[in-house]
Nanobody, 119 residues
Framework: QVQMVESGGGLVQAGGSLRLSCAAS????????VGWFRQAPGKEREFVTA????????YYADSVKGRFTISKDIAKNTVYVQMNSLKPEDTAVYYC????????????WGQGTQVTVSS
């Protein structure tokens, strides 16, 4: 069983920063990438950022480019998202997910962590 556990959410004022963590555990035989998604109330879930596990290539949604930075610690099986210059529109539940191969969907999801940015 694979588990993805997010942490680091909270309440912050606009312009502030947070760092989210996503720890992967369990019987993980393969991993291609870890992605972060978010879902705001009344909106569909959207892609935020992702990083490939071996090469470390990073991808960002246009809305977070230049403000968010994704990184990984292979020894800790953990992926981080440093979120700077936060805006009220970043308020959402943030989820991390594991993609086990390049051609697969994101299969394993965490429970999410709430990020609230006040104006």
């Amino acid at each position: 069983q694979v588990q993805m556990v997010e942490s680091g959410g909270g309440l912050v004022q606009a312009g502030g920063s947070l760092r989210l963590s996503c720890a992967a555990s369990g019987r993980i035989f393969s991993r291609y990438a870890v992605g972060w998604f978010r879902q705001a109330p009344g909106k569909e879930r959207e892609f935020v950022t992702a990083i490939t596990w071996s090469g470390g290539s990073a991808y960002y949604a246009d809305s977070v480019k230049g403000r968010f930075t994704i990184s990984k610690d292979i020894a800790k099986n953990t992926v981080y998202v440093q979120m700077n210059s936060l805006k009220p529109e970043d308020t959402a539940v943030y989820y991390c997910a594991l993609q086990v191969s390049r051609r697969s969907e994101y299969e394993y999801w965490g429970q999410g962590t709430q990020v609230t940015v006040s104006s």
